[in-house]
């Protein structure tokens, strides 16, 4: 998955106080070390609900879709939705802005605590 990143991406994900941060400037090779962390914790069962929405430009879509997985520390299965906005340059992600339910991110993660810890300090 990583290949389909340009070699310098920015991911933001807006909503994902207290378990990544809101805004990263990565390279695709620690992206590709990222997602085989994420391998090492969670195996991904099925992508399901998949939409693809055009936009006015022509490098920048919309995509939604669900994810089912499991946890593998303790075999939790989840779901979770998301909405990214892609933006592409030569063909590549060069942005990735990432929607998805905090909650169950975090559910996802086992990472509740961290989010609840996060929450409890705003405002």
Do not use: W
Not at 28 to 47: D, I, K, M, P, W
């Amino acid at each position: 998955m990583a290949d389909c990143y340009a070699d310098r991406v920015v991911i933001e994900m807006p909503f994902a106080a207290g378990i990544a941060p809101e805004r990263t400037e990565t390279t695709r090779e620690e992206l590709r070390a990222r997602f085989a962390a994420g391998a090492a914790a969670r195996r991904y069962t099925a992508v399901r609900d998949v939409r693809i929405h055009d936009t006015a430009d022509p490098d920048v879509i919309v995509l939604e879709y669900r994810i089912d997985g499991t946890r593998l520390a303790d075999g939790e299965q989840f779901t979770m939705g998301f909405v990214m906005v892609l933006t592409f340059s030569d063909g590549l992600i060069a942005n990735s802005r990432d929607y998805t339910d905090p909650i169950a991110g975090a559910r996802a993660l086992g990472r509740l605590a961290d989010l609840a810890a996060t929450l409890a300090t705003k405002p």
